[in-house]
């Protein structure tokens, strides 16, 4: 039986102020809640024990008596498992990596002492390569609409932990689109903030130079509020703006998918019901920048994040995942400059699209797969996945994928807007108005 109060953060706020409810009860709820869909969705790869969990919700209990201000008190939430916890295994989806954290990751410690309760690991591709969460031994992540379809990765169990209302917000990482990709599957906010935010430090790597810490939340408004806490450097506030130049990709792609493509016509209804002035984009610099993740050198980049294990234990990995970061011992270090200088090179043609627009807007991916379409043709499918995402980290973006719509299958439907550097809060806001908008339309559609 679901939880008799909402996991979203006001809420929650509310519920305790009112002390009807305290933090060792939300424990107790999360975790029946865990154990009953466990069998049918492995979202979770490692739960903390109880009495632990308990003796934190009694640790924060006293901090809070003894005034002092803890912003997240009892809020429960996830971290994806290559992100470290002291004394808790960190296996990054291989379990012949595993090894206990000496230190908590810097994000997670922020979250804490800001009065938040890690409930536990969550499921993810291995070694964060892959949009699609079907890569783990733990198991496959299923879409919560449909156990059909691909939750989405490699941030799935997350997202899905997030979806199914398990917790009130979850860590994930995003390097090629992993924080983004589950949320519009699974209908729910990802953010991806800009690479400066949040640090990485106790995050294993899947690409150093790439990799950022996402948030995956119900909400826009409560993913802001805990990347305001999570973040070593908060976003820089903007007055509100009643209009937005979006640009919208020439070279729309959804991979033969009439239901996807119905519903990015009814997202841009919504855009524009809102105030975003919608501008037609050449993409073709950002398809070019894209391709230079996968098939240019920073494929490399993973291999050396675990060379060491690679050599000695590859055998122990994911065939598919094998395949992938093996393949960056073919670049050479003159491969690694040149593509250096072409993206530097792009980087500049696409700069050249912000003095039109102020975001872009994009379906968050083009289509969805079934998980048997995804196992008979892993790499090309994931590949399709990427088409919106691939070019965000190279180019040091910041995004946020908000809900829009479902399509005429029943299926969730996400789109993400995408704006430079500390932009954030600028796409936060416009986020939650879209986000707002969204859901308003679909509750008139099915009154």
């Not at 519903?263 to 919504?270: G, H, Q, S, V």
């Not at 590859?314 to 072409?342: H, K, L, N, T």
Request: glycine share 8%.
């Amino acid at each position: 039986m679901p939880p008799p109060y909402s996991l979203g953060l006001m809420s929650l706020a509310r519920a305790y102020a009112s002390r009807g409810l305290t933090p060792a009860r939300v424990v107790d709820h999360v975790l029946a809640e865990i154990a009953r869909s466990a069998a049918a969705n492995p979202a979770w790869i490692h739960v903390f024990a109880r009495e632990a969990l308990l003796e934190r919700a009694a640790e924060i209990g006293r901090a809070r008596a003894r005034g002092e201000r803890l912003p997240l008190y009892g809020v429960p939430f996830a971290v994806k498992d290559n992100i470290d916890v002291a004394r808790e295994p960190t296996t990054a989806a291989c379990p012949a990596f595993r090894y206990v954290a000496r230190e908590t990751a810097e994000v997670v410690k922020r979250l804490e002492t800001a009065g938040a309760i890690c409930i536990g690991k969550t499921n993810m591709d291995q070694f964060a390569t892959g949009l699609v969460g079907t890569r783990s031994p733990y198991g496959a992540c299923v879409n919560p609409y449909d156990a059909r379809y691909i939750a989405g990765g490699s941030s799935s169990g997350s997202a899905v932990a997030v979806a199914l209302g398990q917790v009130s917000f979850a860590l994930g990482t995003d390097t090629a689109g992993s924080g983004r990709v589950p949320a519009g599957f699974c209908n729910i906010v990802g953010v991806k903030p800009t690479r400066a935010l949040v640090g990485t430090r106790g995050v294993v790597p899947a690409c150093r130079s790439l990799d950022c810490v996402s948030i995956f939340a119900q909400t826009v408004e409560d993913a802001t509020a805990v990347l305001a806490t999570a973040g070593s450097v908060r976003p820089e506030h903007v007055e509100g703006r009643t209009a937005l130049r979006c640009g919208v990709p020439s070279q729309l792609e959804f991979f033969g998918d009439a239901h996807a493509e119905r519903a990015f016509d009814r997202a841009l209804e919504t855009l524009r019901s809102i105030g975003g002035d919608v501008v037609e984009v050449d993409f073709e610099p950002f398809l070019a920048t894209a391709r230079l993740l996968y098939e240019g050198p920073w494929v490399a980049e993973r291999l050396a994040a675990i060379r060491s294990f690679f050599d000695k234990s590859s055998a122990d990995m994911d065939p598919v995942v094998r395949q992938i970061i093996g393949g960056g011992a073919r670049f050479s270090a003159v491969d690694v400059f040149e593509a250096q200088a072409e993206l530097e090179r792009l980087a500049g043609v696409c700069a050249r699209v912000w003095d039109g627009v102020d975001a872009l807007f994009v379906p968050t991916t083009g289509t969805i797969y079934r998980i048997d379409e995804v196992r008979a043709d892993p790499i090309r499918l994931n590949s399709n996945l990427g088409y919106y995402t691939n070019f965000v980290n190279l180019l040091d973006l910041a995004a946020i994928a908000v809900p829009a719509t479902f399509r005429d299958d029943g299926l969730p439907f996400g789109v993400t807007f995408i704006a430079p550097a500390f932009e954030d809060a600028l796409l936060a806001q416009w986020g939650s108005r879209f986000s707002a908008r969204a859901a308003s339309r679909a509750s008139a559609t099915r009154a």
